[in-house]
């Protein structure tokens, strides 16, 4: 089984940054793709960002140009690069392994204020 660990939210202003991490149990990014998602207050959870094993990415269109993800496979680590943050990105992020299997982490917290 894979195991991945969030860390990094917090609260912040809107228009500020933050870097969250998902550190995993072994080296797993050559047999899968790794993904965020986040659940706002009484929301369903949505997609944010997607990095395979070849570093290709994928983002939703609301946090296009403002977030980056990325990879230290010699960390066995992705990040989510937040900046320019919005309220409407509060939620609690979530770090998903996907390929031979799919897998989560327990999420980290992120509040923007106004």
């Known amino acids: 089984q894979v195991q991945l660990v969030e860390s990094g939210g917090g609260l912040v202003q809107a228009g500020g940054s933050l870097r969250l991490s998902c550190a995993a149990s072994?080296?797993?990014?050559?047999?899968?793709?790794m993904g965020w998602y986040r659940q706002a207050p009484g929301k369903q959870r949505e997609w944010v960002a997607t990095i395979n094993s070849m570093d290709a990415t994928n983002y939703a269109d609301s946090v296009k140009g403002r977030f980056t993800t990325s990879r230290d496979t010699a960390k066995n680590t992705v990040y989510l690069q937040m900046n320019s943050l919005k309220p409407e990105d509060t939620g609690v992020y979530y770090c998903?392994?996907?390929?031979?299997?799919?897998?989560w982490g327990k999420g980290t917290l992120v509040t923007v204020s106004s």
């Open positions: 998903n392994a996907f390929g031979r299997g799919n897998y």
């Open positions: 072994g080296s797993i990014f050559s047999n899968y793709a």
